[in-house]
Protein backbone atom coordinates (compact mmCIF):
# COMPACT_ATOMS: atom_id res chain seq x y z
CA UNK A 1 0.00 0.00 0.00
CA UNK A 2 1.10 3.30 -0.67
CA UNK A 3 -0.54 6.35 1.15
CA UNK A 4 0.07 10.02 0.14
CA UNK A 5 3.54 11.10 1.88
CA UNK A 6 1.94 14.68 2.84
CA UNK A 7 -0.90 12.98 5.30
CA UNK A 8 2.45 12.60 7.97
CA UNK A 9 2.22 16.14 8.75
CA UNK A 10 -1.53 16.11 8.99
CA UNK A 11 -2.04 16.02 12.90
CA UNK A 12 -5.64 14.24 13.74
CA UNK A 13 -8.71 16.54 14.94
CA UNK A 14 -9.06 16.54 18.53
CA UNK A 15 -12.64 16.41 20.29
CA UNK A 16 -13.45 18.46 23.12
CA UNK A 17 -13.29 15.67 26.16
CA UNK A 18 -16.30 14.17 27.32
CA UNK A 19 -16.97 12.92 30.95
CA UNK A 20 -15.26 10.01 32.15
CA UNK A 21 -18.06 7.21 32.16
CA UNK A 22 -18.89 6.70 36.06
CA UNK A 23 -16.77 10.11 36.90
CA UNK A 24 -19.98 11.34 38.75
CA UNK A 25 -21.68 14.78 38.19
CA UNK A 26 -18.99 16.08 35.70
CA UNK A 27 -19.92 18.73 33.38
CA UNK A 28 -18.70 19.12 29.69
CA UNK A 29 -18.24 22.59 28.97
CA UNK A 30 -15.06 21.33 26.32
CA UNK A 31 -16.70 21.71 22.62
CA UNK A 32 -19.25 25.02 22.48
CA UNK A 33 -22.56 22.75 22.41
CA UNK A 34 -25.67 24.38 23.29
CA UNK A 35 -26.82 23.07 27.07
CA UNK A 36 -30.34 23.01 25.08
CA UNK A 37 -31.84 19.85 24.08
CA UNK A 38 -33.68 20.24 20.69
CA UNK A 39 -36.59 22.38 21.00
CA UNK A 40 -39.98 19.70 20.57
CA UNK A 41 -40.36 20.73 16.79
CA UNK A 42 -37.23 19.41 16.30
CA UNK A 43 -37.46 16.50 17.55
CA UNK A 44 -41.00 15.49 16.10
CA UNK A 45 -39.43 16.54 12.42
CA UNK A 46 -36.74 13.76 13.18
CA UNK A 47 -39.10 11.19 14.81
CA UNK A 48 -41.24 11.42 11.18
CA UNK A 49 -38.25 11.59 9.12
CA UNK A 50 -36.48 8.54 10.81
CA UNK A 51 -40.03 6.66 10.28
CA UNK A 52 -38.59 6.83 6.49
CA UNK A 53 -34.63 6.58 7.09
CA UNK A 54 -34.64 3.46 4.58
CA UNK A 55 -34.86 5.67 1.75
CA UNK A 56 -31.98 8.34 0.81
CA UNK A 57 -32.09 12.48 1.88
CA UNK A 58 -33.50 15.06 -0.54
CA UNK A 59 -29.49 15.81 -2.40
CA UNK A 60 -30.58 19.08 -2.94
CA UNK A 61 -31.87 20.21 0.59
CA UNK A 62 -34.95 22.20 -1.17
CA UNK A 63 -37.14 22.90 2.15
CA UNK A 64 -34.46 24.31 4.42
CA UNK A 65 -32.38 25.64 0.86
CA UNK A 66 -35.94 27.97 0.23
CA UNK A 67 -36.67 28.65 3.80
CA UNK A 68 -33.02 30.21 4.50
CA UNK A 69 -32.72 31.63 1.23
CA UNK A 70 -35.79 33.83 1.83
CA UNK A 71 -34.69 34.38 5.51
CA UNK A 72 -31.17 35.57 4.17
CA UNK A 73 -32.27 37.21 1.17
CA UNK A 74 -30.27 35.15 -0.96
CA UNK A 75 -31.12 32.98 -4.41
CA UNK A 76 -30.78 29.70 -3.14
CA UNK A 77 -28.71 28.42 -5.94
CA UNK A 78 -26.05 30.12 -3.78
CA UNK A 79 -26.90 28.21 -0.78
CA UNK A 80 -24.54 25.10 -0.29
CA UNK A 81 -25.05 22.65 2.32
CA UNK A 82 -22.45 19.80 4.62
CA UNK A 83 -22.46 17.68 7.33
CA UNK A 84 -21.60 20.58 9.54
CA UNK A 85 -20.45 23.95 8.82
CA UNK A 86 -16.84 21.75 8.94
CA UNK A 87 -18.02 20.00 5.64
CA UNK A 88 -18.89 22.88 4.20
CA UNK A 89 -15.28 25.09 4.65
CA UNK A 90 -14.32 21.44 3.37
CA UNK A 91 -15.52 21.65 0.20
CA UNK A 92 -14.62 24.99 -0.26
CA UNK A 93 -11.05 24.89 0.59
CA UNK A 94 -10.56 21.72 -1.87
CA UNK A 95 -12.73 23.91 -4.65
CA UNK A 96 -10.24 26.73 -4.41
CA UNK A 97 -6.61 24.93 -3.36
CA UNK A 98 -4.04 21.94 -4.09
CA UNK A 99 -0.66 21.23 -4.45
CA UNK A 100 1.05 24.96 -4.51
CA UNK A 101 -1.53 26.59 -3.59
CA UNK A 102 -1.30 28.31 -0.23
CA UNK A 103 -4.55 29.11 2.43
CA UNK A 104 -4.51 32.08 4.98
CA UNK A 105 -6.45 31.43 8.15
CA UNK A 106 -5.81 33.23 11.69
CA UNK A 107 -4.17 31.26 14.39
CA UNK A 108 -5.09 30.46 17.37
CA UNK A 109 -8.77 29.43 15.52
CA UNK A 110 -10.73 26.89 14.36
CA UNK A 111 -8.59 23.65 14.94
CA UNK A 112 -10.03 22.04 11.58
CA UNK A 113 -8.34 25.30 9.07
CA UNK A 114 -4.97 23.69 8.87
CA UNK A 115 -5.98 20.05 9.15
CA UNK A 116 -8.22 20.55 6.00
CA UNK A 117 -5.91 22.79 4.19
CA UNK A 118 -2.96 20.18 4.41
CA UNK A 119 -5.83 17.48 3.66
CA UNK A 120 -6.25 19.22 0.57
CA UNK A 121 -2.64 19.50 -0.27
CA UNK A 122 -2.22 22.90 -0.51
CA UNK A 123 0.19 25.17 2.10
CA UNK A 124 -1.21 26.50 5.40
CA UNK A 125 -0.26 29.54 6.18
CA UNK A 126 -0.87 30.60 9.67
CA UNK A 127 -1.02 34.41 10.42
CA UNK A 128 -0.77 34.38 14.57
CA UNK A 129 -3.32 36.71 16.33
CA UNK A 130 -2.54 40.19 18.18
CA UNK A 131 -1.37 40.54 21.65
CA UNK A 132 -4.75 40.83 22.58
CA UNK A 133 -6.41 37.82 20.68
CA UNK A 134 -7.79 39.32 17.76
CA UNK A 135 -7.35 38.87 13.98
CA UNK A 136 -3.87 40.18 12.94
CA UNK A 137 -5.92 41.89 9.47
CA UNK A 138 -2.91 43.60 8.45
CA UNK A 139 -0.33 40.63 8.46
CA UNK A 140 -3.05 38.22 6.93
CA UNK A 141 -3.27 40.75 4.21
CA UNK A 142 0.34 40.97 4.06
CA UNK A 143 0.49 37.14 3.95
CA UNK A 144 -1.11 36.81 1.17
CA UNK A 145 0.58 36.37 -2.54
CA UNK A 146 0.05 35.18 -6.06
CA UNK A 147 0.11 31.51 -4.44
CA UNK A 148 -3.29 32.50 -2.15
CA UNK A 149 -6.48 30.65 -2.82
CA UNK A 150 -8.39 31.76 -0.06
CA UNK A 151 -8.30 33.93 3.21
CA UNK A 152 -9.96 32.79 6.49
CA UNK A 153 -11.90 35.04 8.88
CA UNK A 154 -13.18 33.71 12.07
CA UNK A 155 -15.88 35.69 13.81
CA UNK A 156 -16.22 35.86 16.81
CA UNK A 157 -13.17 33.45 16.49
CA UNK A 158 -13.05 30.17 18.21
CA UNK A 159 -11.42 29.96 21.27
CA UNK A 160 -10.67 33.45 21.98
CA UNK A 161 -14.78 35.07 21.27
CA UNK A 162 -12.95 38.16 19.80
CA UNK A 163 -14.01 39.50 16.89
CA UNK A 164 -13.54 41.64 13.55
CA UNK A 165 -15.91 44.24 13.07
CA UNK A 166 -17.90 45.33 10.28
CA UNK A 167 -15.11 48.37 9.52
CA UNK A 168 -12.34 46.15 9.63
CA UNK A 169 -13.97 43.49 7.73
CA UNK A 170 -14.37 45.98 4.92
CA UNK A 171 -10.98 47.69 4.64
CA UNK A 172 -9.53 43.94 4.75
CA UNK A 173 -11.57 43.10 1.78
CA UNK A 174 -10.66 46.45 -0.34
CA UNK A 175 -7.19 45.39 0.39
CA UNK A 176 -7.57 41.80 -0.40
CA UNK A 177 -7.19 41.25 -4.45
CA UNK A 178 -10.30 39.98 -5.87
CA UNK A 179 -9.23 36.61 -7.00
CA UNK A 180 -8.79 35.24 -4.05
CA UNK A 181 -11.80 34.17 -1.82
CA UNK A 182 -12.38 35.13 1.51
CA UNK A 183 -14.24 32.79 3.87
CA UNK A 184 -16.00 34.31 6.99
CA UNK A 185 -16.81 31.47 8.86
CA UNK A 186 -19.78 33.03 11.45
CA UNK A 187 -20.79 29.42 13.23
CA UNK A 188 -21.22 31.85 16.72
CA UNK A 189 -22.84 34.89 14.92
CA UNK A 190 -26.00 34.74 17.61
CA UNK A 191 -23.89 35.43 20.54
CA UNK A 192 -22.37 38.74 19.27
CA UNK A 193 -24.22 41.38 20.31
CA UNK A 194 -22.10 44.28 19.25
CA UNK A 195 -23.40 47.38 17.65
CA UNK A 196 -21.02 46.81 15.29
CA UNK A 197 -21.04 43.20 14.33
CA UNK A 198 -20.46 42.17 11.12
CA UNK A 199 -24.21 40.29 9.12
CA UNK A 200 -22.68 38.34 6.38
CA UNK A 201 -25.34 37.62 4.43
CA UNK A 202 -25.31 41.53 3.94
CA UNK A 203 -21.81 41.30 2.98
CA UNK A 204 -22.29 39.00 0.80
CA UNK A 205 -23.87 41.04 -1.60
CA UNK A 206 -21.24 43.39 -1.49
CA UNK A 207 -18.35 41.50 -2.79
CA UNK A 208 -17.85 39.08 -5.51
CA UNK A 209 -15.24 37.07 -3.79
CA UNK A 210 -16.68 36.40 -0.34
CA UNK A 211 -18.10 33.00 1.51
CA UNK A 212 -19.84 32.92 4.31
CA UNK A 213 -19.74 29.78 6.43
CA UNK A 214 -22.97 28.85 9.29
CA UNK A 215 -23.77 26.22 11.56
CA UNK A 216 -26.66 24.81 13.19
CA UNK A 217 -24.62 23.11 15.62
CA UNK A 218 -24.43 26.13 17.85
CA UNK A 219 -27.13 28.41 18.34
CA UNK A 220 -29.21 26.41 17.06
CA UNK A 221 -28.24 23.30 19.16
CA UNK A 222 -28.12 20.58 16.66
CA UNK A 223 -24.37 19.97 17.06
CA UNK A 224 -25.20 16.02 16.82
CA UNK A 225 -27.22 16.00 13.72
CA UNK A 226 -24.55 17.55 11.01
CA UNK A 227 -26.15 20.40 9.37
CA UNK A 228 -24.35 23.54 7.80
CA UNK A 229 -24.23 25.63 5.27
CA UNK A 230 -22.17 27.90 3.02
CA UNK A 231 -23.28 31.10 0.94
CA UNK A 232 -21.02 31.39 -2.09
CA UNK A 233 -21.39 32.92 -5.26
CA UNK A 234 -22.65 31.30 -8.25
CA UNK A 235 -19.44 29.67 -9.90
CA UNK A 236 -17.98 28.81 -6.32
CA UNK A 237 -21.05 27.44 -5.31
CA UNK A 238 -21.53 25.37 -8.55
CA UNK A 239 -17.44 24.17 -7.59
CA UNK A 240 -18.19 23.67 -3.99
CA UNK A 241 -21.71 21.33 -5.01
CA UNK A 242 -18.83 18.95 -6.24
CA UNK A 243 -16.61 18.32 -3.53
CA UNK A 244 -19.35 17.42 -1.48
CA UNK A 245 -20.20 13.77 -0.47
CA UNK A 246 -22.93 12.65 -1.46
CA UNK A 247 -26.10 12.82 0.18
CA UNK A 248 -23.72 14.00 3.43
CA UNK A 249 -26.80 16.10 5.07
CA UNK A 250 -29.45 13.52 6.13
CA UNK A 251 -33.24 13.66 6.07
CA UNK A 252 -33.34 14.04 9.81
CA UNK A 253 -30.56 16.91 10.44
CA UNK A 254 -32.55 18.98 6.94
CA UNK A 255 -35.48 18.58 8.90
CA UNK A 256 -34.80 19.32 12.45
CA UNK A 257 -32.77 22.48 11.20
CA UNK A 258 -36.08 23.52 9.16
CA UNK A 259 -37.69 23.27 12.35
CA UNK A 260 -35.64 25.02 14.74
CA UNK A 261 -34.72 27.79 11.74
CA UNK A 262 -38.92 28.07 12.03
CA UNK A 263 -38.63 28.79 16.11
CA UNK A 264 -37.34 31.87 16.16
CA UNK A 265 -38.48 33.57 19.45
CA UNK A 266 -37.16 30.14 21.15
CA UNK A 267 -33.70 30.69 19.47
CA UNK A 268 -33.73 34.55 20.65
CA UNK A 269 -34.62 33.36 23.90
CA UNK A 270 -32.16 31.05 24.36
CA UNK A 271 -29.52 32.93 22.84
CA UNK A 272 -29.93 35.55 25.71
CA UNK A 273 -30.23 33.62 28.50
CA UNK A 274 -26.74 32.47 26.93
CA UNK A 275 -25.78 36.24 26.71
CA UNK A 276 -26.78 37.11 30.02
CA UNK A 277 -24.79 34.22 31.74
CA UNK A 278 -22.07 35.01 29.52
CA UNK A 279 -22.43 38.51 30.87
CA UNK A 280 -22.68 37.07 34.90
CA UNK A 281 -19.41 35.07 34.68
CA UNK A 282 -17.14 38.05 32.80
CA UNK A 283 -18.43 40.49 35.84
CA UNK A 284 -17.71 37.50 38.22
CA UNK A 285 -14.59 37.25 36.98
CA UNK A 286 -13.87 41.02 37.02
CA UNK A 287 -14.63 40.89 40.19
CA UNK A 288 -11.95 38.18 40.87
CA UNK A 289 -8.97 40.06 39.38
CA UNK A 290 -9.18 38.20 35.83
CA UNK A 291 -8.48 39.84 32.52
CA UNK A 292 -9.63 38.11 29.60
CA UNK A 293 -10.73 38.96 25.96
CA UNK A 294 -14.21 40.46 25.99
CA UNK A 295 -15.96 37.52 24.38
CA UNK A 296 -18.89 37.66 21.81
CA UNK A 297 -19.24 34.34 21.75
CA UNK A 298 -20.51 31.26 24.31
CA UNK A 299 -17.44 30.83 25.54
CA UNK A 300 -14.66 32.22 27.45
CA UNK A 301 -10.71 32.26 26.72
CA UNK A 302 -8.49 31.70 29.53
CA UNK A 303 -4.47 32.51 28.00
CA UNK A 304 -2.94 31.03 30.84
CA UNK A 305 0.41 29.72 29.06
CA UNK A 306 2.34 27.47 31.19
CA UNK A 307 -0.01 27.52 33.65
CA UNK A 308 -2.84 26.17 31.03
CA UNK A 309 -2.59 22.39 32.01
CA UNK A 310 -2.54 22.57 35.89
CA UNK A 311 -5.57 24.90 35.40
CA UNK A 312 -7.66 22.34 33.50
CA UNK A 313 -6.88 19.53 36.48
CA UNK A 314 -8.06 22.37 38.83
CA UNK A 315 -11.33 22.88 36.28
CA UNK A 316 -11.87 19.02 36.46
CA UNK A 317 -11.70 18.63 40.09
CA UNK A 318 -14.73 21.20 40.22
CA UNK A 319 -16.40 19.05 37.81
CA UNK A 320 -16.04 21.07 34.79
CA UNK A 321 -14.19 19.04 31.92
CA UNK A 322 -12.66 22.17 29.76
CA UNK A 323 -10.74 22.32 26.66
CA UNK A 324 -6.93 22.33 27.26
CA UNK A 325 -4.89 23.90 24.23
CA UNK A 326 -1.49 23.30 26.39
CA UNK A 327 1.06 25.66 26.47
CA UNK A 328 -1.27 28.53 24.69
CA UNK A 329 -4.97 28.73 27.00
CA UNK A 330 -8.42 27.09 28.02
CA UNK A 331 -11.47 28.10 26.74
CA UNK A 332 -14.63 27.03 28.59
CA UNK A 333 -17.94 27.31 27.12
CA UNK A 334 -21.01 29.06 28.59
CA UNK A 335 -23.25 26.29 29.55
CA UNK A 336 -26.01 26.10 31.52
CA UNK A 337 -26.36 28.40 35.49
CA UNK A 338 -25.01 24.98 37.40
CA UNK A 339 -21.69 24.91 34.83
CA UNK A 340 -21.92 28.77 34.62
CA UNK A 341 -21.62 28.96 38.89
CA UNK A 342 -18.35 26.03 39.09
CA UNK A 343 -17.16 28.26 36.32
CA UNK A 344 -16.89 31.18 38.64
CA UNK A 345 -15.62 29.14 41.77
CA UNK A 346 -12.84 27.78 40.35
CA UNK A 347 -11.47 30.94 38.54
CA UNK A 348 -11.55 31.88 42.12
CA UNK A 349 -9.50 29.04 43.65
CA UNK A 350 -6.99 29.37 40.91
CA UNK A 351 -7.64 33.35 41.56
CA UNK A 352 -6.52 32.45 45.03
CA UNK A 353 -3.56 30.14 43.94
CA UNK A 354 -2.21 33.22 41.64
CA UNK A 355 -2.88 31.48 39.06
CA UNK A 356 -4.40 34.96 37.25
CA UNK A 357 -0.88 36.11 37.05
CA UNK A 358 -0.38 34.77 33.81
CA UNK A 359 -2.94 36.94 32.56
CA UNK A 360 -1.99 39.92 34.56
CA UNK A 361 1.91 39.84 32.67
CA UNK A 362 1.06 41.96 30.06
CA UNK A 363 0.13 39.23 27.36
CA UNK A 364 -3.61 40.25 27.70
CA UNK A 365 -5.24 43.81 27.57
CA UNK A 366 -8.16 44.43 29.88
CA UNK A 367 -11.42 44.96 28.65
CA UNK A 368 -12.42 48.13 30.09
C1 LIG B 1 -18.17 24.66 15.64
C2 LIG B 1 -17.52 25.42 14.55
C3 LIG B 1 -17.87 25.24 13.20
C4 LIG B 1 -18.89 24.32 12.67
O1 LIG B 1 -19.10 23.15 13.29
P1 LIG B 1 -20.05 22.08 12.60
O2 LIG B 1 -20.55 21.31 13.75
O3 LIG B 1 -19.20 21.31 11.65
O4 LIG B 1 -21.12 22.82 11.87
C5 LIG B 1 -17.26 26.05 12.25
N1 LIG B 1 -16.35 26.94 12.59
C6 LIG B 1 -15.99 27.15 13.86
C7 LIG B 1 -15.00 28.19 14.16
C8 LIG B 1 -16.55 26.37 14.87
O5 LIG B 1 -16.14 26.56 16.13
Known amino acids: M ?66 LAERLSVPDDRLVFGAGSTESISQLIRALAGPGDEVVYPWRSFEAYPMLIAAAGATPVGVPLTPDHRHDLAAMTAAVTPATRLLVVCTP ?86 MAVPFGVTNLAQAAALAALNARRELEERVGALVAERRRVEEALHRQGWRLPASQANFL ?56 NALRSGAVVAPD
Open 157 to 242: NNPTGTTVSRDEFRDLMAAVPDDVVVLLDEAYRHFDIEDDRLDGAEEFHRYPNLVIARTFSKAYGLAGLRVGFAIAPTTVANAMRK
Open 301 to 356: WFALGEATESAAAVFERHGLIVRSYPGEGLRITIAEPRACDRLIETAQALADAGLD
Open 2 to 67: RLRTDLDGIPAYRQGRSAPSGAGDVLKVSSNESPYPPLPSALDAVAEQARQANRYPDSSVSALSSA
